[in-house]
Nanobody
Framework: QVQLVESGGGLVQAGGSLRLSCAAS????????MGWFRQAPGKGREFVAA???????YYADSVKGRFTISRDNAKNTVYLQMNSLKPEDTAVYYC?????????????WGQGTQVTVSS
């Protein structure tokens, strides 16, 4: 079981950028596909991006071209670079292990990190 801690959230103006980090424990981190999800106020949790163990990436249409997911297996960390942020990106962001075929989360949820984009 991989344990995850998200960080890097904050308050940013529309058009700005943030970089989220997700630090994972466990020696088998590099065997997992990893994903980012978000939950806006009053809405369900939704898929944002995923990266396989080999580096293939997948994105929700709403963030394609603005967000970039990456991973550093030596540091047991996955990142989400978010550019051209919009108010509708405001949410709590979570990382998790994902099933590589479906993109569905497979692990336990952490506390997440709050991202607030002001207009």
């Amino acid at each position: 079981q991989v344990q995850l801690v998200e960080s890097g959230g904050g308050l940013v103006q529309a058009g700005g950028s943030l970089r989220l980090s997700c630090a994972a424990s466990g020696r088998t981190f590099d065997k997992y596909a990893m994903g980012w999800f978000r939950q806006a106020p009053g809405k369900g949790r939704e898929f944002v991006a995923a990266i396989t163990w080999s580096g293939d990436t997948y994105y929700a249409d709403s963030v394609k071209g603005r967000f970039t997911i990456s991973r550093d297996n030596a540091k047991n960390t996955v990142y989400l670079q978010m550019n051209s942020l919009k108010p509708e990106d405001t949410a709590v962001y979570y990382c998790n292990t994902v099933h590589p075929g479906s993109g569905l989360a497979t692990g336990s949820w952490g506390q997440g990190t709050q991202v607030t984009v002001s207009s």
